[in-house]
């Protein structure tokens, strides 16, 4: 259900060119109608973050699939840009719901962290599947594909727990004893822990969302070849699936708070060289990279709160903090061109969304080494 609810944000390059050739949006208006579907998103997993601790989850869901259906049912009719800007917020919304009640389960798993792997690893398929499938088909065809992925994944509904075991906000710590023995501890987290994570995740997204949105788009501006692009986007999918195989290794090791920091630094620089010019080479490297390392973000990010958060409140807001970032980015690569900075701006300022979440999560780090050390580098 995770994989359906983020289906349009890893169809955003695809969807973007189609809004663009398909029915004739402009660029800057590509970038307005994205920043309402995934503000949508932002949107619904806000308004579940209130109700979702005391709320039956499964009728949560029921709800959020048919607004998103209806929507993108509607969006089939209706072609105009005023018309189709408001009913791809419609459907944000929709998803937003739909997807906070599948992360916050996801999260309530014992072991969060694999969890999250799992949903990625299975994400890097999904999305080189879309990449494939969706340039292939009419507009009306990508909007069926979303209402029969959601009506699909109500089929796993008497799977999600109706409400949660537990509303905590702490973190058990093996503590060991003289004898040989080990007891646990609950220690309890300062609520800025989760909250600095969101906001964080919300840099990050836009960094995300700036450069997903736009990155087939500069690549074409920058005189790449369509067919070129097009099978750097299936086939970088697939380095999706190594970052999870690291990320797990890492984070075993590691923790997740020192991988996640390596991580945002390359991040910093592989979205930083194209506002020096594309190439086939950079772009080539800069996709691949930009597709192994955000896998390294998003299950670091998403685990942290996770291990801490067992209402589900937090961890359901990670959808909304992941489009919030999704309508900053887009919009303000559409203000950007708008205002004639060129895709060298757009990337300037992705690279410095992506430094900024760096610079929370390592100031939290810092901290957290300093206060509660079992969750710095908890794993």
Known sequence: MTLVGYGVSVGIPVISTAWVELLGFSEVEVGRVAGADLGGLSLGALLTSLVIARMNRRHLILFGAGLAILSNALCMVFLNYDEVLWLRLSAG????????????SLGACSRPAQAYNMMLFAFAFS???????????PMNGIYGVFIGAYSLGLVVLHWIPKYPADRKLDIEIDVPEPTGEHHIVHREVPKFVPWLCLAAIVLTYTNIGGYWAYIELAALDGGIADEWIGQILVWASFCSIAGCLIATVLSNRFGLARPLLGALITMVTIVGMLAFGINDINILASVFMFNLLWVFVDVYQMSTIANV???????SLMPGAQGLGQIIGPNLAATILGAGFGYNGVFTMCATAAFGGMCIYALMYLRLKKTIPALADAS
């Open 309 to 315: 958060d067992h209402s589900g409140s937090f961890a």
């Open 127 to 137: 999305q080189a599947l879309e990449m494939h499938i969706l340039p292939q088909l």
């Open 93 to 104: 919304i929709g998803s937003g719901i739909y997807t906070a009640v599948a992360v916050a």
